[in-house]
Structures are given as structure tokens and as C-alpha cells.
């Protein structure tokens, strides 16, 4: 006969096996409480997970590793795609803000405001003349005995 809980084939009649009954007395249930049983023994279980996979050939080891790599290529160039085009468009953003703080510069015809200030006596400077330079001739044309 088979544990109903893990599947094991237990030695007796019994509906548990010995480790089951270990852990079910850790939890005991109150006597009384009603327990559907199963009619039938059930034939052990494997564990989840453990699913043995199929050999594969190498040949076609080779052809899934190939198929790999192509996809791994494609999304690499993708990946380099999007970065030029991202590069490309900061490029363009920068080129254009640049350009449009040139434009910014204009002067402005704003009035300008002036703090008051007091009022002084001003004095006119005496008008002075420069002397004209023209007619004196360029030393570097006279004649001196060395």
C-alpha cells in the first residue's frame, strides 16, 4: 500500500507512512473532526520539477545555439539603432538651443533708469588745440652723416 499524503509504498496496511505520522503528530487533530479518506491506495508521485528532459542531438545543439546568436545580433543592433537616434536628436536639441540663444542677444530698447542725483555747478574746460603734425618731415628721410 501507498502513503496518501507523499506516495510512498509504506510496509503495512497502513494509510500513512512512518515520516508522514512524525509530522502529523507535530499538528494533531481534534478527535471527532471528520477525514475523507481515498478509496483506492495511490501510486507514488514523483516531485514537481524534476521532469527529465530529452537528450538533445548536438546537431541540433548547434542549430538552437545559431538560432541564439541571431537574436542576440538583432537585438544588439537594435540596441545600437535606438542609441544613434537618441544621440542624434540630443545632438539636433543642443544645435538648436545654441543657435536660439544667439537670437536672444539682440540689444534691447528698454529706458534706462537712473538713480537722482544732486545737482552741482558745472564748469566748462578750456577748449584746447592739437598741433598739426602733418607738416614735420619723417626722420627717417633726413640725411645724418653717421
Known amino acids: 500500500m501507498y502513503c496518501i499524503k507523499c506516495g510512498r509504498e509504506t510496509n503495512s496496511e497502513r494509510v500513512f507512512c ?9 499538528y ?3 478527535p471527532g473532526t471528520p477525514v475523507h479518506l481515498p478509496k483506492k491506495s495511490l501510486p507514488p508521485q514523483e516531485k514537481k520539477g524534476t521532469r527529465k528532459k530529452k537528450p538533445v542531438k ?3 545543439q548547434i542549430h538552437l ?3 541564439k546568436i541571431k537574436r542576440q545580433r538583432g537585438l ?3 540596441l545600437l539603432a535606438l542609441l544613434l ?7 539636433a536639441s543642443t544645435i538648436r538651443n545654441y543657435l ?9 530698447t528698454a529706458p534706462i533708469t ?9 564748469t566748462t574746460a578750456p577748449a584746447t588745440t592739437v598741433p598739426d603734425t602733418s607738416a614735420v618731415p619723417d626722420v627717417s628721410e633726413l640725411d645724418i652723416p653717421e
Open 18 to 26: 512512518d515520516e508522514c505520522l512524525e509530522s502529523m503528530e507535530q
Open 28 to 30: 494533531p487533530v481534534k
Open 58 to 60: 548536438p546537431e541540433e
Open 65 to 67: 545555439l545559431k538560432g
Open 76 to 78: 544588439i543592433f537594435l
Open 85 to 91: 537616434v537618441a544621440s542624434w536628436f540630443l545632438f
Open 100 to 108: 536660439s540663444k544667439d537670437d536672444e542677444i539682440q540689444p534691447t
Open 114 to 122: 537712473t538713480a537722482p542725483t544732486t545737482t552741482a555747478p558745472t
